[in-house]
Each structure stands twice: as C-alpha cells, then as structure tokens.
C-alpha cells in the first residue's frame, strides 16, 4: 500500500480529497528514487486510484516493468466534499466541524458532500473483502497506489481497530509504503510508513 507522491496542495497543507492534483517535482523524484529502490521487486498485480497523484506515482514506480497499472475507483481518498481546497491552518482558525475527521474520527457528524471516517473504513472493507481476499490463492504481491486516509482505513480494518484508532501509528509520508500479508484469510500487517528514498 503505497501513498501518493507529494503534491503542490500536500506542500502548503491545503486538503486534497478527490480533487484531482497533479505531483510536484518533489513528488515525481520521490517516486523515481522509491522505484530504484523497489527495482528487484516483484509484483504479479498493481492498483491504483484514477486520481492522477496515484496514477502518476504508479507509472513511475513500475516503469519499465511488464505490467499492466489497473485503476479501480475504490481506491479514491477520502471525499472532504466542500472543504476539499480549504487550507488547514484556516480551518483550525475557524474551528470548522470537518476538522473532527484528523482529530476526532469516532466524533465526527455527517457534512453534505464530504465522508466520515467510519465510511473511509467502510469503504475500505468492502475492497479488501471482496477484492483483496479472493486474491490470497492468485497473487503473491500486490501494489496498490492510493492515499493516506485510505491506507489508514484499510489499517484500520487489518487491525480490527475501532474508528477511534484511525490515525494510529506512524505518519504516512508521501510515496511510503505499508505491507501487509494475507494468510488463510487474515490480514497481518508487517510494516507501516516505510520510506525507501
């Protein structure tokens, strides 16, 4: 599970959401080293949200490798609906309620437009049960490209964590990378926030 490269929006703290932001060249370096990195490593099966800081990470990382880079949109971030553009410091200024989704994930009430924690884990549930289990027979690596509350979503899962625990653990620094295993249909997280450049 790797997150996304770094984004102009990551860079001054503006929340990214679903809008679609392209990487910065810090970004794009990011995942040129983490490919270099990852170069004798094999994958049977990559996956990646359509959002292009995701899909640009991926075509990077898997450059030069015969493997085809699958969008599925289950893999999205986290839909922050109305504040997606909203600078943080702002927000912490005003005391907005969607500041509940990074402080307090059990607390946070609905906002038109925009997902709770609890639905990011739901979210990411369904795609690791229907879609990430049948594959324990089929694949024996898989990268999915994706982003940082949704990694903590599937965490989440993986542990079997309360929504209170969304944000346990390491930060989830751009383009790191956190492993899991499956096996005889549980997961057993072995790394989390692993940066390799």
């Not at 770094?6 to 001054?12: A, F, P, V, Y």
């Not at 324990?136 to 929504?163: C, P, Q, W």
Request: charged share 30%; with cysteine.
């Amino acid at each position: 599970m790797m997150r996304h490269g770094e984004t102009s929006w990551n860079k001054i703290r503006r929340i990214q959401g679903q809008s679609d932001i392209d990487l910065n060249e810090a970004g794009r370096e990011a995942a040129r080293l983490t490919s270099e990195a990852l170069k004798d490593f094999r994958f049977d099966a990559a996956y990646t949200s359509p959002l292009s800081r995701a899909r640009e990470t991926g075509e990077i990382v898997l450059a030069g490798r015969d493997i085809p880079l699958i969008e599925d949109e289950r893999l999205k971030e986290a839909n922050f609906g109305p504040y997606e553009g909203a600078d943080l410091n702002e927000l912490y200024e005003k005391k907005e309620p969607i500041l509940d989704f990074f402080d307090r994930p059990h607390k946070m009430t609905l906002i038109e437009g925009a997902e709770t924690p609890a639905q990011v884990v739901e979210r990411s549930k369904i795609f690791l049960e229907e879609f990430i289990l049948p594959m324990e027979k089929e694949a024996e690596s898989v990268i999915l490209f994706t982003h940082g509350a949704f990694i903590h979503g599937m965490l989440t899962n993986m542990y079997k964590r309360d929504v209170r625990d969304f944000w346990k653990g390491p930060k989830l620094k751009n383009c790191s990378i956190s492993t899991a295993e499956v096996k005889d249909g549980r997961f057993c997280v072995l790394s989390e926030a692993e940066v390799l450049y």
